[in-house]
């Protein structure tokens, strides 16, 4: 039987900082030489730490019936600013992503702008969150 207690669904604050960690575990297992010269991309990583961090920390995850707080206008500021900034980081990380994708010139440098789009995403994701 599940506990009295059920958890919400929906991301929380702490999952951001999972999902990070298991993007990070991610590109370092990537490295792995797994058949022939390619290397494995672990893509579930960071859905896989953020359902370890659900089970082993639930008590980070407010119940569904939590009652929401209201925002000030500081916060919700800092919301749009985290939503606006997040987005404008993944979008200029994401075109020259796509620019240096497209030409053959250094392609070791395309995959390292991955990191620049997750954090931009992870800011925007925090700054919708919040909102919401």
């Keep these: 039987m599940a506990s009295g207690n059920p958890r919400n669904p929906t991301l929380h604050f702490w999952d951001v900082p999972a999902a990070l960690l298991g993007l990070a575990v991610a590109g370092a297992l990537s490295r792995i030489p797994l058949l022939g010269e390619y290397g494995l991309l672990w893509i579930g990583a960071p859905a896989a730490f953020v359902a370890l961090r659900r089970l082993a920390l639930p008590q980070l995850t407010p119940a569904a019936t ?53 954090i931009g995403g992870a800011l925007a994701m925090v700054g919708i969150r919040r909102l919401t």
């Design 66 to 118: 939590a009652p929401r707080p209201s925002l000030s206008i500081w916060q919700r500021l800092g919301a749009y600013f985290c939503l606006i900034l997040g987005g404008v980081i993944t979008l200029i990380a994401g075109i020259a992503f796509y620019i240096n994708a497209t030409r053959e010139t250094r392609p070791e440098f395309t995959w390292q702008l991955l990191l620049p789009i997750a």
